[in-house]
């Protein structure tokens, strides 16, 4: 049963320290409202998982020094830029760093989603990644002569992928805890392979997304959401794409990608825009 | 170890960026797909150029764009695509690439404590692996980016023996030159010198050993027809996801 | 670039004889009139793969002679009872028969999906199904100690099942070949995992399915799609699921179950339902 | 060796299908999550009353159904929730079960040239691996059903140590009664007999060996209320998603 909370402090408060959470790329639903909430009550220790990569929501966290690992395909922040916050500890040296390859985070999600032990994929071989992660394994495919495939078919085996807490912000949800997200199919595996979901969503329509073979075409069913709240504009400064929703606040984010590059700057952003509440349009 | 001149039909008018964006267009000519990833004007003009000529063959997928983006499946939809084998050709960067056709996109220096560090590998990894024609794409061609070894591998360009490899390195293309690249040799063979650039340049300014014939052409100018094309209705199309790109070349 | 067909005809002269092809289950999208055209084209030595099962459309071409291979979960018409084609084909020994269960049908799908030369599962182990299965693989999980898991854990390998044809019916489509599948996401796995999709539509819609984000969410992309034609009611007599389609003719397919319990009575039913083209209302 | 009948408030109007739907119900109370396959009218009311009982828990998910089934990615979505652990009850059903809980949803006979066959072993093969508690469900209770040996394992009951098996056979319930399964064992153990049943009977009509207590209880009458509830509002949903059986049974 999915729980309807007040606020993204209320939600940002399920979130414990420590916990891997796994994000959005910047380009589907961010929940940056419930990021910054995570800000303020001063999380540690997060393990990120970019699926398959994060920008601005994530760089805030790495700043403001909630994170300790980092585990995704890129990290980015687009047209605006390197993630600033983000490149200045990998130079320091201050984060753990699980650098991956986009499939290979979404072989290890469908992995947890089938409740198997692990994913196979090709690729990866003789990449400085898969030197760096002693977590995978290469084995040989066992099909490979059936296949018609030469030579022994290594075959590299990413373990299933299972985050703590799946976070992003969706359109709209029902009263139901049905929760709308498109095309954007990422956040229905993160939700699937995840142990929670914590999320925020635009408005809370009435009755039932699932109703209808269009809208629920598109649906997160309740069962996998674990508590939600309305969140007017809770994705801003990026945008919410698709054609119900807004776009990002470009003059924003490229203030943020320039402030953000020293510390000092980056302590004025948060000073400014995240860690006083009342600066926060979604608390009212 | 000379430039030879083209003689044929070359519009005044043409670009340094149509010139690059022909030129791409051309390996792209009877493909069935093309993928354009994030951030890439120019190989996405030259997928909508030689769609344009070819009477809507290949058909172009463009991340990030609202008309051209075909993708139903989320995320992981780009990457299954390439792994069916539906896509025949991509384009890959790199802070540095080298010799091999490896390519970086992580680091430089240690990983654990870098020198300058990347937004990441991406797909590449996958990608450079399945898709018969990938074209690296490096506007700044300098020792510092065309590298003798690169310091990460995010993709090599080779593989052993042994390991299923249906894709990899086609071309490199840079903003003074186009290098072809031999899997059986293992290293890039140049193609063509742009226009304004000279053999002689590109070996100062490249930090791989490479292949260099006696007769080195120019890059093909393309034609009015093509650049009006591109200076037409292909610019309106990019002023949709890359407003910046074609204000600043384009005028639009 | 999807070919539209003019008529079923048109559509079964495109599956080979000895085409393996995928059919979704009964309560999902069933391209009856297509499998009907099949069978008048006199379709040979088919592999027939469930997925995860199949009823009344497959139980029709075994019926007909046009099968050699079933690949499935189950075949059953459900309330209607048992298969009675099947059920006949199978006891006189007429079928290569390749059992299977219905998460790997869908993993060897996924693998096909991704590209991987297979999926690995858990369960299966100890069954008859894997016993009679010399085709997959019992392999370690490599990753056991650090899941925390006692013993070897062997898990089972599904190769990669990667269909000629996928068939199916779906409610619209539009002019550029985009198809509307909402929550029967089976139909897109299965269209993305096969080499050809070639399936008929309720009706084709003017407009770009794409273009809006709750219709593009149950949308499979035109790429995946090799060719369609119109054809109204082509599920008849099963139902099309959704609340825009229609239900089941039950009358219809109990007088079925009942008929095609004899060879003889098969053989009446396909004269009067199946082999006159003039009875294919689809044909106008 | 004897039954013992219920001495308590039961009520009088309780048909045969009450007293196996409470009976189900009662295994069903306090479990987060409870899927229910096709054709399952009877553990469709189960869980149905297990969730009216204790208000809201266990959430029902009933395939086929409108009101009651949430899945929206497909026909492997049932198979990835009990992958995922969020299905805490399941049933099966089989053409023949064994003493060791193997399930036969297969064939009679050779498989290859088998005297019956039946639909296939669908999910049942994952479903029984992993739901912690799988309640195996046959009405039709004799030496023919409940067999020494299942021809045909779809799958079975127990696996070997070093095989991960979080789920498995928790009971099995019969138009006769209702067995317990016990893993340690590796047998059924008899825990209750339907009222208008004996032992003597039980020990007759099954096929396989199973422990048999001293004292064995009358599988319990639900209460007035229980009653009430499942003749009411449960029977008006069971009607929807089987006519036949609410008619039949309840008169709907």
Not at chain 1, 65 to 76: F, K, L, M, S
Not at chain 1, 186 to 197: I, K
């Amino acid at each position: 049963m999915t729980v309807f909370e007040k606020n993204v402090a209320a939600l940002a408060a399920r979130i414990p320290d420590g916990a891997k959470i796994a994000l959005p790329p910047d380009y589907s639903y961010c929940a940056n409202a419930l990021v910054r909430a995570l800000v303020r009550r001063r999380a540690k220790g997060l393990h990120l998982v970019g699926v398959p990569a994060f920008g601005y929501q994530g760089d805030l966290l790495i700043g403001a020094g909630c994170v300790d690992t980092v585990e995704t395909a890129a990290v980015t922040m687009g047209e605006y830029g390197l993630a600033p916050r983000f490149t200045a500890a990998v130079k320091a040296g201050e984060l753990r760093l699980l650098d991956a390859t986009c499939p290979a985070i979404h072989a290890g999600l469908q992995a947890a989603e089938r409740g198997a032990p692990f994913s196979v994929m090709r690729g990866l071989i003789g990449s400085d990644i898969l030197a760096r992660r002693p977590d995978w394994r290469v084995i040989d495919n066992p099909f490979a002569a059936q296949q018609g495939i030469e030579g022994r078919d290594p075959v590299v085996a990413i373990p299933a992928l299972k985050p703590d807490v799946t976070v992003f912000h969706a359109p709209k949800a029902d009263r139901f805890g049905n929760v709308f997200i498109g095309v954007r199919r990422e956040c229905m595996v993160m939700a699937h392979a995840a142990s929670q979901a914590v999320i925020t969503v635009e408005r809370i329509v009435d009755g039932n997304l699932l109703d209808d073979v269009e809208t629920a075409a598109g649906t997160i069913p309740s069962l996998y959401i674990t508590a939600l709240a309305e969140v007017a504009r809770g994705a801003w400064p990026q945008a919410l794409p698709g054609n119900q929703g807004y776009a990002a606040d470009a003059v924003h984010l490229r203030d943020y990608a320039r402030q953000a590059k020293s510390a000092e700057g980056f302590q004025a952003y948060l000073d400014a825009h995240v860690l006083e509440p009342l600066a926060e349009p979604a608390l009212s | 170890m000379t430039v030879e001149t083209q003689t044929g039909d070359k519009s005044q008018d043409a670009l340094p960026e149509d010139i690059l964006i022909s030129a791409i267009a051309e390996m792209l000519e009877g493909l069935g797909h093309v993928a354009i990833g994030a951030s890439s004007p120019i190989p996405m003009a030259a997928a909508l150029l030689a769609n344009a000529r070819t009477g809507g063959r290949p058909q172009v997928s463009v991340l990030g764009s609202q008309d051209h983006n075909f993708f139903t499946d989320g995320a992981k939809e780009l990457f299954d695509c390439a792994g069916q084998g539906r896509i025949d050709a991509f384009f890959l960067g790199g802070a540095q690439i080298d010799g091999q056709a490896n390519i970086n996109l992580v680091s430089i220096g240690d990983p654990d404590r870098p020198k300058a560090r990347f937004p990441g590998s991406f797909g590449s990894a996958h990608m450079y692996y399945v898709v018969p024609r990938v074209i690296l794409f490096r506007l700044e061609h300098t020792p510092r980016t065309l590298v003798e070894r690169v310091d990460y591998i995010s993709a090599p360009g080779l593989s052993e023996p042994g390991v299923f490899r249906p894709g990899g390195p086609y071309a490199l293309i840079t903003d003074r030159c186009l290098f072809h690249f031999d899997k059986g040799q293992g290293r890039f063979r140049l193609v063509s010198v742009h226009p304004g650039h000279t053999v002689e340049e590109i070996r100062e300014q490249t930090g791989f050993a490479y292949e260099e014939p006696d007769h080195v052409p120019e890059t093909a100018v393309p034609d009015r027809e093509t650049v009006a094309l591109l200076q037409g209705p292909i610019a309106d199309q990019l002023a949709k996801l890359y407003p910046d790109f074609a204000t600043r070349v384009y005028g639009r």
